[in-house]
């Protein structure tokens, strides 16, 4: 094989590697203004979802995949203080800094969502596994799951574990926010 065979060759393979790579963590976005809450069910295409989320978002809220544990997104949610977590396909209200606690999993956790009408659940029994998934209400979105009885001190014993990137974040009084913002200009995003 000659060098240019090689090197073709070898092109090809980091190619095929990168190809094979997670896509980069999304963080988690991070708003200084509520997003305004929607009024009814959000129904969009796939190529609309696709050209609204980033990669990663798309494959979690979309697909119901999981992003990295232990990953910025988690360390970003350890260090954000007071605030409330909205629907990062929807503007939903989600959770609240109120309800989180940091059960060392590797993905924010909450012990109760800031708004159950917004926050639903349903068996989920991929993986060989039975498991609660937990969904937004409003859009249909994929956040993670529930699970129960784990034995943390917290008033419900159940830990809301959720993907960072299927959520933003806006600082300021916990639980509150929702009732209506302006839609944040880019200017206005306080993660860039
Ligand atoms: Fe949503």
Redesign the pocket.
């Known amino acids: 094989m000659g060098q240019l065979d090689c090197l073709t060759l070898l092109v090809g393979m980091m190619a095929s590697l990168s190809a094979c790579r997670p896509a980069a963590t999304t963080r988690m976005e991070a708003y200084r203004q509520p997003p305004p809450p929607p009024t009814n069910k959000?129904v969009k295409t796939d190529a609309e979802w696709r050209a609204q989320l980033s990669q990663e978002q798309y494959q979690v809220l979309r697909h119901a995949a999981t992003e990295r544990p232990f990953g910025p997104v988690y360390e970003q949610f350890r260090r954000q203080g007071q605030g409330t977590y909205y629907?990062a396909?929807?503007g939903?209200e989600l959770f609240s800094s109120n309800q989180k606690f940091d059960s060392h999993c590797g993905w924010p956790s909450f012990y109760d969502p800031a708004d159950a009408k917004n926050v639903i659940t349903r068996d989920d029994f991929a993986m060989g596994m039975v498991r609660t998934e937990v969904l937004?209400a409003?859009?249909g979105?994929h956040l993670g799951h529930v699970f129960k009885g784990e034995g943390f001190p917290t008033p419900t014993n159940l830990r809301y574990c959720i993907n960072g990137v299927a959520l933003k974040f806006v600082p300021g009084p916990a639980g509150g926010g929702a009732g209506g913002g302006q839609t944040p200009p880019k200017s206005d995003r306080s993660d860039r």
Do not use: E, L, T
Request: hydrophobic letters at 35%; aromatic letters at 0%.
């Open positions: 959000v629907c396909g929807c939903a937004c409003v859009c979105g």
